[in-house]
């Protein structure tokens, strides 16, 4: 550790643990003219933070990366990486992977397997080796940094002005760092519904599911989009009494005929559904579970239920509150409280960047966070001039029938070009694993959205079934750089798979035609 006892300032400009410190007291701000620490300071050591720092570095530049996690309330806490590696889609979907081994164990006697049924899951089992690979990627991050000389410290900062910040240790001990170009890629946690009595007490979020020792037990999850589905499509795999509280669609912005799709998969898996409600309170009962009271929108009638757990998935807040980005003159949505960024992802402060979850209108997905870090980085350092493309981004929704998808919506498409322009070509298909296994394949689907007129430009394709993630970043490349309908015709499938079906898409929804696929 740098420095002594008690807080500490180190001097702009100093070594770092050269035990040149000032101690606790007011300190001037470094001159904001002049030479800086850095060429680059990237605040937050997330996807898009150590892409950013990692290229810079690469590159040549002075770089250094600040990373903080602030336990969760319930007092969850992890290492450098981020939302991605901690606590999204690293062990989300090793979870997701677990329930479905369990549903390959139920398939597993119709192909001969001698399995007794039925089978036990052991939470404990699993999140231990869950969370051990996720440590192994705290630790390859840090291997990396200290690999391109990027230095990193375990600061939570602020901004003191538009080219300094104040970072704070756990305990207490306080840095000051310069640097010429500031990246802010701090990203966002879970939101509680903090109106909501016992919410905060008495309930957890993502951010804590991960690294549960012992199981959730019967769990309320709520919220409909993306973390609620997961979380419940897994939670329900892994043989735990699920319920899911909607208060109004699911996975809104989401093809609507998918998403009702996904959700009538998760309840024929076993997934309750409580639509059209909202919870009002959680309280502890003397044998420790929770009792939530929830008010169904429709009916007006007040319901009572009782659940070992309480996991809110109803979105997430930047994390920008604790940065005062007044400091230094950076303009924030007052709605969304995210950094209002432009095309080459400067704030309003020229020097300053915001990437990732935290800037304003981006999609809240690793790969954009990535790739807009490399990008800027590479603008940073005179490499390129390339900006992040954020159109066509492909993304799946890890439920236990994936849905994955790129481009425009139905709903969209036709409100953009009108239903008249636009041909959608669709699909039931069974995926050849379910047959003998005889799973119910009622909502395997495909469609493709695509205008009308000659060569019938893809807008959008939507896929349900196994492996979606898989298949869908396949076309994602097609249909990025404008592939029609007629080149997807033209691309030879690959048999017997469940991606073959997309370039076999003969029935358009318009010819009122059976959609359902039988034989090859
Ligand atoms: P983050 O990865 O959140 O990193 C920000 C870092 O900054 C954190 O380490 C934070 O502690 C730190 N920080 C914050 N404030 C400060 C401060 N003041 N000082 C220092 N450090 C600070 N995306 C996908 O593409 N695929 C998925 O399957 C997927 N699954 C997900 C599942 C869940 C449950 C969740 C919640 C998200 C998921 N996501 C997924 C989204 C993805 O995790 C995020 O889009 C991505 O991590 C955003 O990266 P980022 O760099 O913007 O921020
Ligand atoms: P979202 O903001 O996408 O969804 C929030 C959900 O909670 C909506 O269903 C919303 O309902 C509901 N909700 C909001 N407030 C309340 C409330 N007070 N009471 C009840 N319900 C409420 O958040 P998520 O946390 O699901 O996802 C955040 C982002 O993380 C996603 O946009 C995605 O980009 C990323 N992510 C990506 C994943 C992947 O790539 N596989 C996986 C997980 C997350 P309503 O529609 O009525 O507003």
């Known amino acids: 550790m740098c420095g002594g006892e008690g807080r500490a300032v180190r001097l702009p400009g100093a070594p770092e643990c050269a035990g040149v410190f000032q101690q606790e007291g007011p300190t001037p701000a470094p001159a904001m003219e002049g030479k800086q620490d850095y060429d680059l300071l990237v605040i937050g050591g997330g996807s898009g933070g150590l892409a950013c720092a990692k290229e810079a570095a690469q590159l040549g530049k002075k770089v250094a990366v600040v990373d903080y996690v602030e336990p969760s309330p319930r007092g969850t806490s992890w290492g450098l990486g981020g939302t991605c590696v901690n606590v999204g889609c690293i062990p989300k979907k090793l979870m997701h992977q677990a329930a479905l081994l369990g549903g390959m164990i139920r398939d597993a006697p119709h192909y001969g397997w001698d399995v007794a049924q039925p089978v036990q899951h052991d939470w404990k089992k699993m999140a231990e080796a869950v969370q051990n690979h996720v440590k192994s990627l705290n630790w390859g991050h840090r291997v990396q940094l200290q690999d391109r000389k990027v230095k990193y410290f375990n600061i939570k900062a602020s901004f003191v002005n538009e080219h300094t910040i104040s970072g704070v240790t756990k305990g207490g001990k306080e840095t000051l760092l310069s640097a010429e170009h500031i990246v802010i890629a701090t990203g966002g946690r879970p939101k509680y519904p903090t109106h909501i009595e016992g919410a905060l007490e008495y309930g957890i979020t993502s951010d804590d599911i991960f690294w549960l020792k012992d199981s959730p037990g019967k769990t309320l999850v709520v919220g409909a989009s993306y973390v609620a589905l997961e979380c419940a499509g897994f939670l329900t795999g892994l043989g735990l009494d699920t319920t899911v509280m909607m208060r109004s669609i699911p996975l809104r912005g989401f093809d609507q005929q998918m998403s009702s799709l996904v959700t009538e998969y998760m309840a024929s898996q076993g997934t309750h559904f409580l639509k059209h409600c909202i919870p009002s309170r959680v309280q502890k009962l003397p044998d420790g579970q929770l009792q939530v009271t929830w008010e169904d929108l429709t009916s007006g009638i007040e319901n009572v239920g009782t659940f070992d757990t309480v996991l809110w998935a109803i979105g997430r807040i930047p994390e920008t509150r604790s940065l005062n980005l007044e400091n230094a003159g950076i303009n924030t949505n007052p709605n969304s409280q995210k950094i209002l960024v432009d095309a080459q992802e400067a704030t309003s402060v020229p020097h300053i960047y915001a990437i990732g979850d935290v800037a304003e209108g981006r999609p809240e997905l690793t ?16 490499q390129s001039s390339d900006v992040m493309d954020y159109s066509n981004v492909p993304t799946t929704i890890f439920t236990p029938l994936e849905y994955g998808c790129v481009g425009l919506s139905e709903e969209e498409a036709i409100a953009h070009y009108g239903e008249e322009h636009v041909e959608v070509y669709h699909a039931y298909y069974k995926p050849l694993e379910f047959t003998v296994a005889e799973r119910d394949a009622s909502q395997c689907y495909i469609k493709m959205v695509c205008l009308r007129k000659p060569p019938q430009l893809v807008l959008g394709l939507h896929l349900l079934g196994p492996n979606a993630g898989e298949v869908t970043q396949g076309f994602a ?21 469940c991606a073959e079906e997309v370039v076999k898409l003969r029935i358009s929804k318009r010819s009122g035609l059976d959609p359902t696929v039988t034989g090859c």
Do not use: D, E, N, W
Not at 368 to 379: F, P
């Open 477 to 497: 490349l097609g249909i990025k750089f404008g592939a029609s309908y007629k080149q997807v015709m033209q691309t030879v499938g690959i048999h017997p798979t």
């Open 367 to 382: 790969p954009t966070a990535i790739m807009a870090g490399k990008l800027l980085a590479q603008r940073l350092c005179g």
